[in-house]
């Protein structure tokens, strides 16, 4: 089935698109990744990974999984294949890991998939979020794997929410809670992590003060770009910093949800890494990548793509000198939450929709 894309405003004679999809019956798919021979991998929150093969058939659940503490937002989440994955097959996926009692946090683990596609082999857990914590929110949860001059440093960033009860562990460094991490492809820290040797200070952070950030992905200058929930409004894109203090809960551009100020209700602070865009009212975003491909014409190449749950749209965001200078909404006639987005091998957009019968929907020219 395929529908037609509401767009904003035209820029520079923008394609004329339709979603087409490519599998269908997923519950709430929150993840997808590129296998060889066009097939695809894509995880369910309830804590199921599958193969979805490149005519759509999507295969039973793969064996051989860690325990999941799936439930609220917590579940299998994000997922992303090595750089080398045609010689090692390994992939990376996080997810929320049982702890003592009614505990959990956000594990971010290693395997190999199996020659069949059937299970997962070699399952290391590489890092874990502490302390665990009773709450079924805010893991945050978006691998990226880092590039230094083109190429894969051997390292991974992987975003961590404050799991919303613990909210002011975001500014203490001696906690993993709202945080961003980054770490080596067998669980090592970098040397070169901004906070190695700080007394006090978990070495694996890379930058702290954030609230549940939801997408990640490399600008096109190998920079990492993120994005994260606000409160009741001020959900913010921002560029992590090493060693940086983001903020929350601070300050922030929005308000708790009852109606109160975070913090003495200040948006910025000495000292604190200011947004680079904000959105008030909050569209909850999630998932994000930045267009390299020609596939929709030179004038979105470049351009940075969001889902939006809560405004069930797929923001297209021109950018200048790192700025956002135009958003321009997608896919507003599906009326479905996107959780995902990411560029395929082939060029294309591919999106998730995030129900109890959730699609994989590529974004083609219409013909």
């Known amino acids: 089935m395929l529908w037609s894309l509401a767009s904003g405003a035209p ?21 997808v990744a590129f296998l060889p021979g066009g097939r695809f991998l894509v995880t369910e929150r309830p804590g199921r990974l599958r193969v979805v093969d490149a005519d759509g058939r999507v295969q039973p659940p793969l064996h051989g999984l860690p325990d999941i503490a799936a439930g609220g937002q917590g579940g299998l989440l994000d997922v992303i294949t090595d750089a080398a994955f045609e010689r090692n097959r390994t ?22 998939l199996s020659d069949d596609l059937t299970g997962l082999q070699e399952l290391r857990v590489i890092f874990s979020q502490q302390p665990k914590v009773a709450s079924t929110l805010h893991f945050g949860c978006r691998i990226v794997e880092r590039r230094v001059d083109g190429r ?40 070169d992590n901004p906070l190695v040797g700080r007394p006090g200070a978990l070495p694996e ?23 994260e929930h606000g409160p009741m409004g001020g959900d913010e894109i921002n560029r992590p910093l090493p060693g940086g203090n983001h903020g929350w809960p601070r300050v922030s551009f929005g308000l708790h949800y009852d109606g109160s100020p975070v913090g003495d209700g200040a948006s ?52 200048k000198d790192g700025q956002v200078v135009a958003q321009h909404p997608l896919l507003q006639a599906l009326g479905q939450r996107i959780r995902d987005v990411r560029q395929g091998p082939d060029g294309w957009l591919y999106v998730l929709t995030d129900s109890p019968s959730g699609q994989l929907l590529r974004l083609v020219e219409k013909r």
């Open 91 to 112: 992939i990376y996926f996080c997810f929320s890991q049982p702890g003592p009692g009614a505990t959990n946090g956000t594990a971010l683990a290693r395997a190999r």
């Open 205 to 227: 952070i890379w930058s702290h003060g954030h609230r549940n950030v939801q997408g990640a992905a490399l600008a096109p200058d190998g920079a990492l770009w993120t994005h």
């Open 11 to 31: 820029a520079q004679n923008p394609p004329e698109l339709q979603a087409q999809t490519v599998a269908s019956g997923l519950q709430h798919p929150w993840a």
């Open 268 to 319: 910025g602070g000495a000292g604190l890494v200011a947004p680079l865009h904000h959105w008030t009212p909050s569209i909850a975003p999630s998932g994000m990548v930045f267009l390299s491909s020609d596939r929709y014409g030179p004038a979105w190449r470049g351009n940075l793509f969001v889902g939006a749950l809560k405004h069930r749209q797929l923001l297209r965001i021109e950018l």
């Open 152 to 191: 894969p440093d051997g390292t991974l960033w992987l975003t961590l929410g404050e799991r919303f009860s613990r909210r002011d562990d975001a500014q203490r460094l001696d906690n993993h809670l709202g945080k961003i991490v980054r770490v080596g492809k067998d669980g090592h820290v970098p040397a």
